[in-house]
């Protein structure tokens, strides 16, 4: 069974694509960008700032599947510049903690509403 999840606590999507979807215990979480949920606007113009509000919508979505972020099991990084990957990786280790998640981290040549990050996941519902 696929479900669509939706939660006003993070972004609506830019386009013809839904937050996530859950099949079964899987989660698809769509890529999300550092926009304030109630404004849609971008939050911050440094990596550290916009990687914060990126994962804080993430687990946002994740809490509105019954899910802990301990469940996320892979992530897709895209910066804007990979000069950035160190304070990037310095709020990521924070919120992710000791339950770091496979993924892998590729500089991109532009991201939508030119922000400098975006985050795709997939967790698992134990």
């Not at 937050?19 to 989660?27: D, E, K, R, T």
């Not at 990596?47 to 897709?76: F, G, H, P, Y």
Request: hydrophobic share 45%; net charge positive; charged share 20%.
């Amino acid at each position: 069974m696929r479900t669509k999840i939706s939660t006003s606590k993070a972004p609506a999507a830019l386009g013809p694509y839904s937050q996530a979807i859950l099949v079964g215990n899987l989660l698809f979480i769509s890529g999300q960008i550092p926009l304030n949920p109630q404004t849609n606007l971008v939050i911050g113009n440094d990596i550290k700032t916009q990687t914060k509000q990126v994962l804080e919508n993430l687990q946002a979505i994740v809490a509105a599947s019954q899910m802990r972020i301990a469940d996320v099991v892979k992530c897709s990084c895209f910066l804007k510049n990979l000069q950035d990957f160190a304070d990037f990786n310095k709020v990521y280790t924070e919120f992710f903690g000791t339950s770091l998640p496979a993924r892998e981290c590729l500089e991109v040549a532009k991201l939508p509403k030119d922000v400098l990050i975006e985050i795709s996941a997939i967790a698992v519902k134990s």
